[in-house]
């Protein structure tokens, strides 16, 4: 049986940028490949490289060493085909209501009148329950629902994959837990690709069926793992990677 072709290929990717003072190596020759579907996390330590990882990804950066492939075409700037939400609330334009933030980029890329980039808006923001909030502004909303409006934008681009920054990093526990609950939902619904960022391990291996580990600074592959949705395997799957990330004997990467 032929194995399907990856949606995303990351071969050997090293990534540096420049300060004032110094050449920082973010990461040192990275390689994973996404598959359509995944909800893939790059989850490690503070300073490993995964959102500079996930930027270049974006188009944002350009690899040293390495190439970066979606859907067989060399990622060179970014594109439609890849939409990012951050984790800061104020990332919506303050003087549109929730509805006209969700349908600008539609409209804004020429992709469709503004008729049809207002429905198609709508049907995103009830997919995340805002439908009764669709007229309101963003100061109205709270962190959770402003969220819920930036991923309802970047969902609406219909893009190849979803580029998500430690998205709940900056919700309350009872909220993040809620939104995690609710991006799995939505995944439920229309089996979106995501590349999701994230330093918690409880939230990787609930939000992720797949699980990349990077060690610390510069960042390398320390191990690729599948999540469980069994919750002792899952406590088990915790204590491991809480063990790999935090051992500091070298090991070889792990492949599970």
Known sequence: MQSRQPLLTVQG?????????????????????VMQGDRFILLGPSGCGKSTLQKAVGGYMTPTEGEMRLKGRKITQPGPDRMMVFQEFDQLLPWKTVKQNVAFALHASKRMSRREAEEKAMEYVSKVGLASF???HPHMLSGGMKQRVAIARGMAMEPDILLMDEPFAALDAL?????????????????????????????????????????????RVKAELNSTTDAQQAIELEQHIHQMLFSHEPEEVEHA
């Not at 940028?17 to 490949?33: G, M, W």
């Not at 330093?199 to 600074?217: F, M, Q, V």
């Open 175 to 219: 909220t993040r837990r809620k939104m995690q609950d609710e991006l799995l939902k939505l995944w439920d619904e229309t089996k979106f690709t995501v590349l999701f960022v994230t330093h918690s391990i409880a939230e990787a291996i609930k939000i992720g069926n797949r699980i990349l580990l990077l060690s610390p600074h510069p960042g």
């Open 134 to 136: 669709a007229d309101s």
């Open 13 to 33: 990717v090293t990534l540096q940028y420049k300060t004032p003072h110094h050449l920082i190596t973010a990461t040192y020759r990275v390689s994973f490949d």
